[in-house]
């Protein structure tokens, strides 16, 4: 790997990380899972960096975050964060990069905005609901139907984020086209 596309893993994940500084939310019809702005990030790794380089950005940041840094939303880290109901989520966060970037590598033809807005809503919503909920059910006592339900929350929140990076995405390619690696793969 080149030593540039060890850089902008690095670097995403560290904005991942600064948007888990960002306030959390926690609703107790959600089995103990906070509303955060890191499901954001996934999709951003992906859609800017491609399927792999986004997933191992995430990779980076859970692998610090075991380590014990407060890096996820409300100053969380450590083991004892892999044994909540958002375990799900967070090992979400990494599949849901991976095929953000993978659908962006596919519709590198297709203009960047609709392209980024369906990669992050497969990966970022759709893939990474299919985790977080199985995760819920398993560690917050919920059946599936019950952690999906729950899931419902988070819908409006998620959507907005899928247009931001979107946004993000279309802003970037127009002034700095080559920083938008999932274009370029």
Same mark, same amino acid.
């Given at each position: 790997?080149?030593?540039?596309?060890?850089?902008?893993?690095?670097?995403?994940?560290?904005?991942?990380?600064?948007?888990?500084?960002?306030?959390?939310?926690?609703?107790?019809?959600?089995?103990?899972?906070?509303?955060?702005?890191?499901?954001?990030?996934?999709?951003?790794?992906?859609?800017?960096?491609?399927?792999?380089?986004?997933?191992?950005?995430?990779? +980076?940041?859970?692998? @610090? $975050?075991?380590?014990?840094?407060? !890096?996820? /939303?409300? #100053?969380?880290? =450590?083991?004892?964060?892999?044994?909540?109901?958002?375990?799900?989520?967070?090992?979400?966060?990494?599949?849901?990069?991976?095929?953000?970037?993978?659908?962006?590598?596919?519709?590198?033809?297709?203009?960047?905005?609709?392209?980024? +807005?369906?990669?992050? @809503? $497969?990966?970022?919503?759709?893939? !990474?609901? /299919?985790? #977080?909920?199985? =995760?819920?059910?398993?560690?917050?006592?919920?059946?599936?139907?019950?952690?999906?339900?729950?899931?419902?929350?988070?819908?409006?929140?998620?959507?907005?984020?899928?247009?931001?990076?979107?946004?993000?995405?279309?802003?970037?390619?127009?002034?700095?086209?080559?920083?938008?690696?999932?274009?370029?793969?």
């Amino acid at each position: 790997m080149k030593d540039r596309s060890l850089v902008q893993i690095a670097l995403y994940a560290a904005i991942f990380a600064v948007l888990g500084l960002l306030p959390r939310f926690d609703l107790p019809i959600a089995g103990g899972v906070p509303i955060t702005a890191q499901s954001m990030g996934a999709m951003l790794a992906g859609v800017m960096l491609g399927g792999w380089r986004g997933a191992l950005s995430i990779v +980076l940041l859970l692998f @610090v $975050v075991a380590l014990g840094a407060p !890096l996820l /939303a409300g #100053g969380r880290g =450590g083991l004892g964060v892999f044994f909540t109901p958002s375990v799900g989520f967070l090992f979400g966060w990494v599949a849901a990069a991976f095929v953000a970037g993978w659908i962006m590598q596919k519709l590198r033809k297709a203009p960047v905005f609709p392209a980024a +807005l369906v990669a992050s @809503v $497969v990966g970022g919503i759709l893939v !990474l609901y /299919a985790f #977080g909920i199985v =995760g819920m059910a398993a560690m917050g006592n919920l059946t599936l139907k019950e952690a999906a339900i729950a899931c419902l929350v988070f819908i409006p929140g998620d959507t907005i984020k899928a247009v931001l990076v979107a946004l993000i995405a279309q802003t970037v390619a127009r002034g700095m086209p080559e920083a938008l690696l999932s274009r370029n793969a």
